[in-house]
């Protein structure tokens, strides 16, 4: 029988639309074991959205709110932020940050080594020591205004919004 846990990080997954002809179950499992860290004045909201789908899967009964906010909840939160104000599927943006972070060719069962690849992306993203154009972070940007890394999430999100070609 499924722990809450496990039936949890099933159903969060399901909200990603990853290569389906690949199993990504050990990486998601590793991003939403990596606590999300805000740094930057009002990346608070982001972890709020992460802990607002969490509410979400408890039927908003607030269980486990108590908990560190995931990377993963973060990267699910982020891609309902966008789809609505970009447009598109949110499935299909929480791939796309996937994507944005090189995470998407770590399919399959995930040794020693390249969990180590894995963690050292992630402590990049929380930390924030990605480029300053924001490579090796959610929001890559080709024309970036400023420093990425001293950049409130959602502003990246937008400035990262506005570099998307017109469809």
């Given amino acids: 029988m499924a722990s809450r846990y496990e039936n949890y990080l099933k159903w969060l ?13 050990d990486l998601f499992g590793i991003l ?11 990346d608070d909201n982001r972890l709020e959205d ?16 108590h908990l560190p906010c995931s990377v993963l909840e973060v990267i699910l ?13 949110e499935a299909r943006w929480a791939w796309v940050l996937i994507e944005n972070l090189e ?16 963690g050292d992306v992630l402590e990049r993203l929380v930390w924030r020591t990605y ?7 959610f929001f890559p ?17 937008h400035a990262y919004i506005e570099e998307l070609p017109e469809i």
């Fill in 13 to 25: 997954i399901r909200q990603i639309e990853p290569d389906r002809d690949r199993d990504y179950t």
């Fill in 32 to 42: 939403h074991a990596k606590e999300f860290v805000w740094l930057i004045p009002n």
């Fill in 50 to 65: 992460g802990l607002d789908i969490r509410a979400e899967f408890f039927n908003g009964h607030g269980k486990h709110t």
């Fill in 77 to 89: 939160g982020l891609s309902r932020r966008l789809a609505f104000a970009a447009g598109g599927e």
């Fill in 103 to 118: 995470l998407h060719r770590m399919s399959g069962r995930i040794g020693d080594i390249r969990a180590e690849r894995i």
């Fill in 131 to 137: 480029q300053p154009d924001g490579i090796g972070g």
């Fill in 141 to 157: 940007l080709a024309w970036p205004p400023q420093d990425q890394r001293q950049v409130e999430l959602w502003y990246q999100m």
